[in-house]
């Protein structure tokens, strides 16, 4: 059974492991790409009901897992896939979430659970099979409204590494000398990020979520940039802080997902959670500077709360100038920030689009010409000196 916060009852077939699972409950609206979503640390702490009706038909693999667990902590699908067909599938997805112990449900309708979820919002959630499905429906009720909401939960630290570690631009096709090295936060980041800059010729040093502005500092860094991740923005004091010492510093910076909501903290603006969040790789958004329409991959429940009607000063001013650059079309949240005064910019999707589409790649060298321009201002100033 999938219980909901406001006591609506689904009932399917046991999928993946067998027990009690419980989170929020969201949708995503891929049609590809399942195994990526349930690997993205984005969506820790959260049951996925995939809006897509068949899934598991390619089965999974080594190479397309975008972190190194499944992270979901639950799954509800339509149709899955009696057994997968295709050359570079390796296991079906019912034995990999019964072997990392992922507990999901099958045969519901998934078109009602999203329609449910569109309009009473994204709620506390619990998947129960087996043993656990045989109890009181008022007391699996109760352990579901019982779990901690998705507000005020610090989960950055929970997803991210302990250790740091580097990707080098000669191991993903780069041939010559790094152009720039760069020290990335992992707040939940997604392993096709650091490659599609190292792809650039970047080197990129992946820093726990816990880093300090001295570790930031240590690898000598052309740039500095914080990757999505789960929980709720306002409890990242931490990398607020961070942040803005690294802004003061004029170090350019660049942030996808969480990372451009901790850029909204960090100008001193809010942020609030969505009814039900943006999640799926066909989100248009308008990027403001060029008038040019892209179809983006997204996976977050919070945006930034700032003023959309042109520039304005920033509520920590000594940061300057900000503007929206980027803004949804299907609802006018913020998508992107851009700060005139200092070389900072951040977007709310993921660039990297894995899956998804590509149309936001040119963003990794945007952040490329930021440090190039940096760089050389920094030379010409010192030579007038």
């Known amino acids: 059974m999938l219980v909901l916060e406001d006591g ?3 009932r399917g077939r046991s999928y993946g492991a067998v027990g009690t699972a419980l989170g929020e409950a969201v949708f995503a609206t891929g ?3 399942y195994q ?8 820790a702490r959260q049951l996925v009901v995939q809006t897509a009706p068949h899934i598991g038909n390619t089965g999974v693999n080594d190479e397309d897992a975008e972190s190194r667990r499944i992270w979901v902590a639950g799954y509800v699908v339509r149709d899955a896939a009696r057994r997968p067909s295709n050359w570079r599938s390796e296991r079906s997805l019912d034995e990999e979430l ?4 992922i507990v999901g449900i099958q045969g519901v309708d998934t078109r009602a659970i999203t329609r449910h979820l569109r309009e009473r919002g994204a709620m506390k959630s619990g998947i129960f099979s087996g043993d656990a499905a045989a109890r009181p429906e008022s007391e699996l009720l109760n352990e579901v409204k019982a779990q901690a909401p998705m507000e005020g939960s610090r989960l950055a630290e929970e997803v991210s590494i302990d250790a740091a570690y580097v990707i080098e631009p000669a191991d993903h096709g780069w041939d010559g000398e790094p152009r720039f090295t760069i020290a990335a936060l992992d707040l939940g980041i997604k392993s096709m990020t650091p490659q ?3 792809e650039r010729g ?4 992946v820093l726990p979520a816990t880093a300090s502005l001295q570790d930031v500092q240590a690898v000598q860094p052309d740039g500095v940039f914080m990757s999505n991740g789960p929980g709720d923005p306002a409890t990242a004091d931490a990398q607020v802080g961070l942040l803005r010492q690294v802004l003061d510093t004029k170090v350019p910076f660049f942030g996808i997902c969480f990372g451009n909501q901790i850029l909204g903290r960090a100008l001193g603006f809010g942020t609030y959670k969505l009814r039900y969040g943006h ?8 990027d403001r500077r060029t008038g040019k329409v892209e179809i983006t991959s997204q996976n977050h429940g919070f945006a930034v709360d700032a003023p959309t009607d042109g520039p304005t000063t920033a509520p920590e001013q000594r940061f300057g100038r900000v503007e929206v650059s980027h803004v949804s079309l299907n609802d006018d949240v913020v998508e992107g ?3 005139l005064d200092i070389p900072a910019f951040s977007v709310q999707y993921h660039p990297e689009a894995a899956a998804g589409p590509h149309d936001s790649a040119y963003l990794f060298d945007r952040f490329i010409d930021l440090m190039e321009s940096t760089k050389n201002a920094s030379a010409v100033t010192k030579e007038a000196k």
């Open 337 to 339: 920030l851009s700060c």
């Open 31 to 33: 049609m590809t790409g």
């Open 202 to 205: 970047v080197r990129v040093h």
């Open 8 to 10: 609506r009852i689904f």
């Open 98 to 101: 019964v072997a990392q112990g």
């Open 279 to 286: 999640r799926g790789i066909n989100q248009p958004v308008l």
């Open 196 to 198: 599609r800059f190292a």
């Open 36 to 43: 990526e979503t349930i690997t993205d640390p984005s969506y």
